[in-house]
């Protein structure tokens, strides 16, 4: 399999991850940079619980197709600002994930009351509901999440990046698991949240690529027998 096919088959996996962990539904995008201006990303009309690399497009960050069977999602915009303002960012997801979306619904802060959580926090919120279909909204997105890992959008969804698609999927997974956790937690009182050193030491232990692969192996299982190796 050439490198990009290998590219291609882990966006199909990381999407329909996503999409059996309810964190994308019938929208919802992830892309892997490809080179200066290019990038690899699923099309819009897909149908993500069955998606194939069939479903996979090369696009430039101008939204034009390069090679594929259907055009980008509307989105596109939403990956293309943030690979032009984070040299260091090779992948990104965009999913609508519910418990962090009720959050921001509520204007509730995220807290980091679960260790894999704080690797995202503090999880800085787009001011907008807006979908981030144009260049202007796109600049938006990418100033409000600065230089950090992860931002949620006001009663919209989520943004994690990563060095790797991996590492962009895994800090989805940890985000929304640590939305839930709060949610439930507030409905019995005021959730306990880390203090800096808490977080300090999460970090210093949990940021680690040998631990998100662990987490990606784990959800791929849930995939089923007769994925490619």
């Known amino acids: 399999m050439s490198e990009t096919e ?11 991850m996503l999409e059996r962990s309810d964190i994308i539904d019938y929208n919802g995008h992830a892309s892997i940079r490809t080179g200066e201006d290019r ?6 009309s897909c149908q993500r619980s069955l998606l194939t690399t069939d479903d996979i497009c090369t696009i430039d960050f101008d939204g034009n197709l390069v090679k594929g069977n259907g055009k980008p999602p509307l ?32 204007g509730v802060g995220y807290q980091p009351v679960f260790a894999q959580g704080s690797l995202v926090y503090p999880l800085p919120v787009l001011d907008s509901p807006n979908s981030i279909n144009n260049p202007v909204m796109a600049k938006r997105l990418s100033d409000t999440l600065g230089d950090q890992p992860a931002a949620l959008m006001k009663a919209h969804g989520a943004v994690s990046v990563g060095k790797d698609i991996v590492e962009a999927f ?20 005021k959730p306990y949240a880390f203090t800096d050193e808490e977080m300090r030491l999460c970090r210093e232990k949990l940021w680690n690529p040998n631990l998100f692969k662990r987490a990606w192996d784990h959800f791929r299982a849930k995939l089923g027998a007769g994925l490619p190796a």
């Open 6 to 16: 290998q590219a291609k088959q882990q966006l199909v996996d990381c999407i329909r």
């Open 39 to 44: 990038m690899l990303i699923n099309i819009g």
């Open 75 to 106: 989105e596109f915009h939403l990956h293309a600002g943030i690979y032009k303002a984070r040299p260091d960012v090779q992948a990104v997801v965009h999913a609508h994930p519910k418990w962090s979306t009720f959050l921001t619904i509520a």
């Open 170 to 189: 895994v800090l989805i997974n940890y985000l929304e698991e640590n939305a839930y956790r709060q949610y439930m937690a507030m409905q019995i009182g």
